[in-house]
């Protein structure tokens, strides 16, 4: 198993096609099968089932894929690592949600960067998908919103915050604060972070199968629409607290129920020296 073949067997699995596959790849189909039956051999399962003219992911391909995708992760990792010795004393990979970046990862990012000998790389997904990455050992450290308890791994309590319901200055149809009943009926912006006790505590406001007005997989790429006047949503209150204090933002007050606490987690594997990286720590 070799990573042409992985990689072959990953572009494959996009196309479904091996004529495509081979053109775009520039090489012969006939390398494209051989590849694949390589790889199928050393597995000693069928990775594709074939049509007439199209090819797609078997059971067992489609398991293969994602162990696929990680083993060239990790090769990538290990060559930018072993980079990284001869130009940089020190090198962080750091894993975080949408959420929790600009608010507690972005300053300690900048904090590393005043020290020409450190390099950082900083991967931003859900937490299940980098809490994989750390498993792998892709990432050094990992900011989520979900904890890990599994032997090996350290799992803190890194910040606590609130969430806020916010809508754009002006816009506010609830002055004196809004009930719950309510909640159902207001034109929601949704972000991602059902993962998370918060994201339930939402989501229990509405119908399955719910139509958001709008829906964005990331919570940053949200706050646009909110100052524009699109309506509302719950976010962690660090991350709006300077629109908030500037008035691009107004907090809704919350009658008779409470909000959840957005909890994010810092985790990194047993023996590594997180305190290279938090030493800075605001």
Do not use: W
Request: proline share 3%; aromatic share 10%; glycine share 6%.
């Amino acid at each position: 198993m070799n990573s042409e073949e992985l990689k072959t067997f990953i572009f494959l699995s996009k196309v479904k096609n091996f004529t495509l596959c081979a053109e775009k790849l520039q090489i012969a189909q006939s390398t494209v099968t051989n590849r694949i039956g390589e790889l199928e051999k050393e597995v000693g399962k069928k990775l594709f089932s074939r049509g007439s003219k199209t090819v797609k992911l078997t059971e067992e391909g489609s398991i293969f894929l994602r162990y696929a995708e990680r083993i060239l992760e990790l090769e990538d990792s290990s060559i930018e690592e072993m980079n990284a010795v001869s130009a940089h004393r020190r090198k962080f990979s750091i894993g975080a949600i949408n959420a929790s970046y600009e608010t507690y990862v972005k300053p300690l990012v900048d904090k590393c960067l005043t020290g020409g000998e450190t390099s950082v790389k900083v991967v931003l997904g859900h937490s299940l998908d980098l809490i994989q990455q750390l498993q792998d050992n892709v990432l050094d450290v990992v900011f989520s919103a979900i904890p890990l308890k599994r032997t090996g791994f350290a799992c803190e309590t890194y910040a606590t915050d609130r969430l806020a319901l916010v809508c754009a200055k002006g816009k506010n149809e609830y002055p004196r604060g809004i009930t719950k009943e309510k909640l159902g009926s207001i034109p929601y912006l949704m972000c991602n972070i059902t993962l998370s006790v918060a994201g339930e505590f939402i989501k229990s406001f509405f119908p399955n199968n719910h139509v958001f007005k709008l829906e964005v997989d990331n919570t940053s790429k949200l706050l646009p629409f909110l100052k524009s006047g699109f309506g509302y949503s719950f976010l962690p209150y660090e991350m709006v607290k300077a629109e908030i204090e500037n008035g691009e933002l107004e907090e809704i007050k919350l009658r008779g129920f409470d909000t959840p606490h957005v909890t994010t987690y810092l985790i990194y594997r047993h023996g590594y020296d997180v305190s290279r990286l938090l030493e800075n720590k605001f």
